[in-house]
Structures are given as C-alpha cells and as structure tokens.
C-alpha cells in the first residue's frame, strides 16, 4: 500500500510540474470552490465484522492550481453503523485534496490524504487515503472511492467503499 501511495504522489506531482497552463494567484470563481456533499459506502476487510453500513458527510475547499490540476484542503465524518447490538463509530479525516481533471467536464481522478481521527474505537486515529474516480461539471462531482485509515494494528484498519455527490459553492470574484 506504502508502495501505491508514494505512485500516487509522485503521479500528482509530476502533473503539477508538467502542466502547461500557469498558476493563478488570485482567488476566483473560476479556479476555487467549497465542495460540499455526502457519501454512502459499505465497510470492508474487518471492518465489516463490525459494522454493516456507513453514511457522510463531506467538506472540502479547492483551488485550481493549473487548469487541470486542483488541490485543496477536505475534512467531514463518516458515521459507522454497527451491527449485532455493537457500538457506532466514526471517522473525522483532516487532509489535502488532489484532483486531476483532463477536461472542463468529464472524468477524474484524485486522492484525498492526512489524517482521520476515530470516535468510539479506543484509538486516536490514524494516516488515512482515499482515491477517487468518477465524473465532473461546473456544479457537480459524482464519484466512488476506497478510504483506508492506516492504523497501528494493521489487521485492524478501517475501509470501506463508496459512492459520493458533491456541489461545487463558488466564491471570489467573477
């Protein structure tokens, strides 16, 4: 997994330092945005010994660094349900947001990476990534994702797969 990561980085990265559109500095509707939406997803690995469904929140605020790279900053809470009379949990990720857009509008790909504090899971939290696939437009992203959150005990990370919807909440200048 360290392995896929450091491919997914150095992947952003280089994107980032190959794009032939120049950055923007000031901050506009047209290249920044507050995202705002909810998920749904089914636990998996473990995790699913646990608990049968999860549901979310989420939050992320980006800016378009070229014209088809973004990066931003994301949080939200993903609300675990928990089966056979179990206790509920959560997760509150903290963490940087990258995005990949070949087009204005259509497919893309991205990540989202930091940290995700646990409720009620005796633990604090852990490194958390969160790849996505999935379709844009101007006011829209649809997309299924895989979230891991690395804990100490690697047997028992949380994952769990999903589809999400977010807006796109434009602010700046136009």
Request: hydrophobic residues 40%; charged residues 15%.
């Amino acid at each position: 997994m360290k392995k896929l990561m450091t491919a997914a980085l150095v992947l952003f990265a280089s994107a980032q330092t190959f794009a032939q559109s120049t950055t923007t500095e000031e901050v506009t509707s047209k290249n920044s945005w507050l995202k705002a939406g909810l998920e749904a997803s089914v636990p998996v690995g473990k995790t699913s010994d646990a608990s049968s469904f999860a549901a979310g929140v989420v939050l992320s605020g980006q800016w378009m660094a070229t014209k088809n790279f973004g990066i931003g900053l994301t949080s939200g809470y993903t609300h675990f349900f928990a089966k056979n009379n179990g206790e509920d949990g959560g997760i509150i990720p903290a963490g940087l947001l990258l995005r990949y857009y070949p087009q204005s509008e259509g497919f893309f790909a991205g990540t989202d990476v930091g940290y995700s504090f646990l409720t009620n899971s005796g633990t604090d939290g852990g490194f958390y990534v969160k790849p996505q696939v999935g379709y844009h437009n101007y006011s829209w992203n649809f997309y299924a994702f895989y979230n891991q959150v690395f804990l100490k005990k690697a047997f028992n990370d949380v994952q769990n797969v999903g589809v999400a919807a977010t807006y796109n909440i434009r602010f700046g200048k136009k």
